[in-house]
C-alpha cells in the first residue's frame, strides 16, 4: 500500500504563496510500475476537485484552468515527494489540499479523474484571508 502524508497547509493573505509537500512511501498494490502524483481540493459541501498533477517523468505535468499560471506541481523522485508552490493565493483557493497517486504502465501519463487515483493522504487545511 502506498502512504501519502500532507504538510504545508495554513492561513495567508490574498496575494500570498504558500508551498505543500507531500512524501509517499510503500508500494502499490498494482502490476503497473510507474506512478502519477496528484494535488486535489475539496471544499465543503462540494465535490473534490483535480488541480494539478506531474507523470513519473517529472516533466509533463497538468493543471486546472483556475490555477494554471499561479501553482507550480513538481517532485522529487530521490526523496519519494511532490510539492505544489501557490503563488497570488485568492480566497477562492480556500480549502482541503490532498496528495493522490495512481498507478500507470507510462512514465508521461497524467489524469484528471479523482477515480483513477487510489491512494490518498490525509489533507492539509489551505486557507487565504485577509
Known amino acids: 500500500q502506498v502512504q501519502l502524508v500532507e504538510s504545508g497547509g495554513g492561513l495567508v493573505q490574498p496575494g500570498g504563496s504558500l508551498r505543500l509537500s507531500c512524501v509517499h512511501s510503500g508500494r502499490t498494490v498494482s502490476t503497473l510500475n510507474y506512478i502519477i502524483l496528484a494535488w486535489f481540493r475539496q471544499v465543503p459541501g462540494k465535490e473534490r476537485e483535480f488541480v494539478a498533477a506531474?507523470?513519473?517523468?517529472?516533466?509533463?505535468?497538468d493543471y486546472s484552468d483556475s490555477v494554471k499560471g499561479r501553482f507550480t506541481i513538481s517532485r522529487d523522485t530521490t526523496k519519494n515527494t511532490v510539492s505544489l508552490q501557490m503563488n497570488d493565493l485568492r480566497p477562492e483557493d480556500t480549502a482541503v489540499y490532498y496528495c493522490?497517486?495512481?498507478?500507470?504502465?507510462?512514465?508521461?501519463?497524467?489524469?484528471?479523474?479523482?477515480?483513477?487515483?487510489?491512494?490518498w493522504g490525509g489533507g492539509t487545511q489551505v486557507t487565504v484571508s485577509s
Open positions: 493522490a497517486a495512481a498507478a500507470t504502465a507510462y512514465t508521461t501519463t497524467t489524469y484528471r479523474q479523482r477515480t483513477r487515483y487510489m491512494y
Open positions: 506531474i507523470a513519473q517523468n517529472s516533466r509533463s505535468t
